[in-house]
């Protein structure tokens, strides 16, 4: 009888009331989160700022699930807002562009983010709605409160994103930070290696200069964000973990370059 049900409710459902992820949450509900938040934010990245997209192209025959965008991070929020307004957009059939929010009437609602867990809890009241919008939670073992840590591995974190991926498109930044040029966490090639998603690599750039370390507050107006999407990858499973974060830390445009390194040199003994 609940198969049943299940098969009508798409069909009566039409505005998506009785919709849920896979997380439980209501679909109905992130739509209208996403719509406002995108009304709210538009200007931010057309108006106040401009922004520069380009291989958008890449993302016009994936499919609607089963896709892992790994990219740089530089702010907290207004990466993934600006992401999610490109991503709306193609969905559109625009290319490359965020300049017609009539996407914002229909936005793609089945993507996800990976977020920590504090940020998302103790930053407030604007962190605890976005959350609402489609993040997947998971608690950093490396970090809390802006200090590095050691704590126990979540090990429920790639279940989650395995759950999103199943359902739709899920935005990750394998840093796990703001930092520049931080090492890419390991946990970003097992999950690869379990869930096997097409990998879309991505680097930003401007959102640091544009906003605080937030993304709520601006820095700099009249800032040209760039988001480049890169030809999507499928790894071999087989690929060894190291291999697989060395072509990843290349794709998103993490390596060091040579003039950011400090050299130190060995003090002659005595």
Not at 8 to 29: A, H, K, Q, T
Not at 39 to 47: A, D, L
Not at 223 to 234: A, D, G, H, N, Q
């Amino acid at each position: 009888m609940n198969e049943h049900i299940k098969k009508l409710l798409p069909m009566i459902d039409v505005f998506g009331f009785f919709e849920r992820d896979p997380f439980g949450n209501s679909m109905f509900l992130k739509r209208i989160i996403m719509i406002v938040l995108g009304w709210v934010t538009y200007s931010r990245i057309r108006g106040i700022n401009k922004t520069s997209i380009s291989g958008t192209e890449y993302l016009e025959g994936l499919p609607t699930e089963g896709v892992l965008f790994l990219s740089n991070h530089q702010t907290y929020f207004m990466d993934v807002i600006c992401l999610y307004h490109i991503f709306f957009s193609v969905k559109w059939g625009f290319r490359n562009s965020v300049n017609f929010p009539v996407y914002l009437l229909a936005p793609r609602s089945k993507v996800f983010y990976v977020a920590a867990s504090e940020t998302m809890k103790d930053g407030g009241l604007i962190p605890r709605v976005f959350s609402q919008a489609g993040a997947i939670l998971v608690n950093r073992s490396w970090r809390e409160k802006g200090k590095d840590v050691k704590k126990e591995v979540d090990t429920s974190a790639e279940d989650k994103v395995g759950k999103g991926l199943s359902y739709g498109w899920v935005v990750s930044f394998p840093q796990g930070t703001t930092t520049p040029y931080a090492p890419l966490r390991k946990g970003t090639a097992h999950l690869i290696k379990t869930h096997n998603p097409i990998v879309v690599p991505v680097v930003i750039n401007g959102f640091r200069r544009a906003f605080d370390k937030k993304g709520l507050r601006f820095k700099k107006r009249n800032t040209t964000l760039s988001v480049t999407f890169k030809e999507p990858i499928r790894f071999d499973a087989e690929m060894p973990v190291e291999e697989m974060m060395d072509i990843l830390r290349d794709k998103i445009e993490q390596k060091i370059p040579v003039d950011k390194l400090v050299w130190r040199r060995e003090e002659p003994q005595a």
